[in-house]
């Protein structure tokens, strides 16, 4: 039975999925950020590096009675979280709030009031529209083709859908976006929005299309697949990238409800082989504009009455909920400069020392990027980067270092981050020159651990442009050179 921990995500999703020595949790964390990403029923523990091709996968497992949570963060980073600048941020917003709470709300306060009690009387007065509007509502069965389905006459008819999921010029945000005024879908010009995060990260946006898609293989309950896709393009922030966790909130009212975005509901294939990725994946450098998907799960008879962008407990944009049946394709998407200094990779003189919440410390390398062979088990096109280094534990909290406190490694590739893969490059050249996977390193204080981390590139993904030591979303991570070595270097372990 595996022991319970943080351990790689098998669903590829995220970094890390804790496991409760049972089952898979919802729990998965990534690049410095824990969050919520349901399991699908047919998890099972991670496979083991190098395992052989005559292992047997695990049968699906039962899922448990009383799911154990998991325990505070393990995920690296690179000081405590009360040195960390959104904590000190933070204080300082409830110290300035609890201040004002003592003065007497000014004019701009009672209009923002207003604005608030407008937007509540907005959405009760849509839920009383649909109270009374027929009960015919487009439903789409378990399985069946949405392109067949006939929209009845209380939702908008299906449109086709624009040639360019992007705006191909830049446009000043349009007037509107409110529950009487909504903004158009898809339209390059008037369905913009802006974003600002309460951490202060800024993103500029476009909603390209609703579309109805087919229900997940791993949904068994009836109801319709709504997935919104669109583009983000990072405009401020204080990191190296962006914080995927930061990135706008979408919510769709429904018989005036909120419904929040679902995961792993949908059958969201069609849309990302047709370049849109998750929005929770958005770790973009400043100026990289992102194609983005969130899908949402809605009963069989539900109508939406709007989509809303942005904090629905604040002023969020409204955005007319047409739903289409085609695919809007992703034009051309800028990609930004990342503006860091890059360390020189392959000299030991250039290491790191790096620290988790823990006690755990440790000083490393980043030795050389080797390319690999694709590994057997892989069918997708594309190409490995290897990132080969040497770990050294300097301070432990126990008798080995955790090797969960190791540092966190990613590529930068196009303007977006890569996270390490599993499984899916051909290390066997790698370990014989004495190199082990980054998450085996359970080692004693002082010891050198020689690692490796895999990186998988589809086809198509352009020049690396930097090796992300730490989370690239936190201002003290370290960037490298993305130099790829010809040969495989001996580990320096002196």
């Known amino acids: 039975m595996q022991q319970a921990g943080w351990a790689a995500d098998p669903t590829g999703r995220h970094h890390l999925r804790y496991h409760d020595g049972r089952n898979w949790t919802e729990h998965v964390s990534g690049g410095g950020t824990m969050g919520i990403d349901p399991m699908p029923p047919t998890g099972g523990p991670p496979p083991t590096p190098g395992e052989s091709s005559t292992s047997v996968a695990p049968p699906p497992m039962a899922a448990p009675l009383v799911t154990t949570p998991p325990p505070p963060i393990i995920e690296p980073d690179k000081k405590p979280v009360w040195k960390r600048w959104w904590f000190i941020t933070g204080v300082v917003f409830v110290i300035i709030a609890a201040i004002a709470a003592a003065v007497a709300p000014t004019d701009d306060e009672a209009d923002e009031a207003d604005e608030a009690a407008d937007t509540v009387a907005a959405i009760e007065s849509t839920s009383d529209a649909e109270d009374t509007a027929p009960e015919t509502a487009?439903?789409?069965?378990?399985g069946s083709d949405p392109e067949t389905t006939t929209p009845a006459a209380s939702e908008p008819s299906p449109t086709t859908a624009p040639t360019t999921a992007a705006p191909t010029t830049t446009a000043p945000m349009p007037e509107g976006g409110t529950a009487d005024s909504p903004l158009p879908i898809g339209d390059s010009t008037?369905?913009?929005?802006?974003?600002?995060?309460?951490?202060?990260?800024?993103?500029?946006?476009?909603?390209?299309?609703?579309?109805?898609?087919?229900?997940?293989?791993?949904?068994?309950?009836?109801?319709?697949?709504?997935?919104?896709?669109?583009?983000?393009?990072?405009?401020?922030?204080?990191?190296g990238t962006s914080n995927s966790f930061d990135a706008p909130s979408l919510t769709m009212l429904v018989?005036?409800?909120?419904?929040?975005?679902?995961?792993?509901?949908?059958?969201?294939?069609?849309?990302?082989?047709?370049?849109?990725?998750?929005?929770?994946?958005?770790?973009?450098?400043?100026?990289?504009?992102?194609?983005?998907?969130?899908?949402?799960?809605?009963?069989?008879?539900?109508?939406?009455?709007?989509?809303?962008?942005?904090?629905?407990?604040?002023?969020?944009?409204?955005?007319?909920?047409?739903?289409?049946?085609?695919?809007?394709?992703?034009?051309?998407?800028?990609?930004?400069?990342?503006?860091?200094?890059?360390?020189?990779?392959?000299?030991?003189?250039s290491g790191f020392t790096y620290s988790d919440f823990g006690d755990d410390e440790c000083e490393g390398y980043i030795g050389?990027?080797?390319?690999?062979?694709?590994?057997?088990?892989?069918?997708?096109?594309?190409?490995?980067?290897?990132?080969?280094?040497?770990?050294?534990?300097?301070?432990?909290?126990?008798?080995?270092?955790?090797?969960?406190?190791?540092?966190?490694?990613?590529?930068?590739?196009?303007?977006?981050?890569?996270?390490?893969?599993?499984?899916?490059?051909?290390?066997?050249?790698?370990?014989?020159?004495?190199?082990?996977?980054?998450?085996?390193?359970?080692?004693?204080?002082?010891?050198?651990?020689?690692?490796?981390?895999?990186?998988?590139?589809?086809?198509?993904?352009?020049?690396?442009?930097?090796?992300?030591?730490?989370s690239s979303a936190d201002v003290d991570a370290l960037y490298y050179e993305p130099t790829i070595f010809a040969e495989i270097p001996a580990p320096v372990v002196e």
């Not at 487009?138 to 378990?142: D, E, G």
């Not at 085609?326 to 030991?348: F, K, Q």
Request: with cysteine.
């Open 190 to 239: 008037r369905s913009l929005f802006e974003y600002e995060s309460f951490l202060g990260d800024s993103w500029n946006g476009y909603v390209g299309g609703i579309v109805e898609t087919g229900i997940g293989q791993f949904n068994d309950e009836p109801g319709r697949c709504l997935v919104v896709v669109g583009t983000l393009t990072a405009t401020e922030f204080g990191a």
């Open 368 to 470: 050389a990027l080797i390319e690999t062979p694709v590994g057997e088990y892989t069918d997708d096109p594309g190409r490995c980067i290897v990132v080969v280094g040497v770990l050294t534990p300097t301070e432990v909290d126990g008798v080995t270092a955790n090797p969960f406190t190791a540092p966190n490694l990613s590529l930068i590739a196009d303007g977006r981050v890569v996270q390490y893969d599993f499984n899916d490059c051909d290390t066997s050249a790698l370990e014989a020159a004495g190199y082990e996977w980054i998450l085996d390193a359970e080692v004693v204080e002082g010891t050198p651990y020689p690692f490796y981390d895999q990186f998988f590139l589809p086809d198509g993904t352009g020049d690396l442009d930097a090796v992300v030591v730490g």
């Open 138 to 142: 487009a439903s789409t069965p378990n």
């Open 255 to 349: 018989d005036g409800r909120a419904v929040d975005s679902d995961v792993s509901s949908c059958d969201v294939d069609a849309i990302e082989a047709a370049g849109y990725a998750w929005i929770l994946n958005a770790e973009v450098t400043q100026g990289t504009t992102y194609a983005f998907y969130d899908e949402f799960f809605l009963p069989t008879d539900a109508v939406p009455s709007a989509l809303l962008v942005g904090d629905r407990f604040g002023d969020p944009l409204f955005f007319e909920p047409t739903v289409t049946t085609e695919i809007p394709e992703v034009g051309e998407l800028s990609v930004g400069d990342l503006d860091r200094e890059l360390l020189a990779i392959g000299d030991p003189t």
